[in-house]
C-alpha cells in the first residue's frame, strides 16, 4: 500500500507543477515520462508479467521499428475518435 500512495503522491506533485492550461495530451506524455523515471519494481511482477515483458523487450530488440511514439499512438488514436 505504501507503494501506491507514494506513486499518488508523485503524480499530484507532478499535477500541481503543470500549468492550468496544458493539454490533456501534455499531463499523459508526463505521466508517461514519471513513470519511465519510476525505479524498476519487477520485483512484484508476478512470473507471467515478467515472462510477458520480456517477450515484448525481445520484440523491441528484434523490431525496432514497430516502436512508436507516445505522442504519435495519442495522436492515430485521435483519428479514429
Request: net charge negative; hydrophobic share 40%.
Amino acid at each position: 500500500m505504501e507503494s501506491a500512495m507514494g506513486v499518488k503522491d508523485a503524480v499530484k506533485a507532478l499535477l500541481e507543477r503543470l500549468p492550468d492550461d496544458c493539454s490533456l495530451d501534455d499531463i499523459i506524455d508526463r505521466l508517461y515520462e514519471l513513470d519511465r523515471a519510476a525505479p524498476d519494481d519487477q520485483a512484484s511482477l508476478t512470473e507471467a508479467q515478467r515472462a510477458e515483458l520480456d517477450r515484448r523487450l525481445d520484440l523491441l530488440e528484434r523490431e525496432p521499428g514497430r516502436l512508436i511514439p507516445w505522442a504519435e499512438f495519442r495522436r492515430e488514436l485521435d483519428r479514429e475518435e
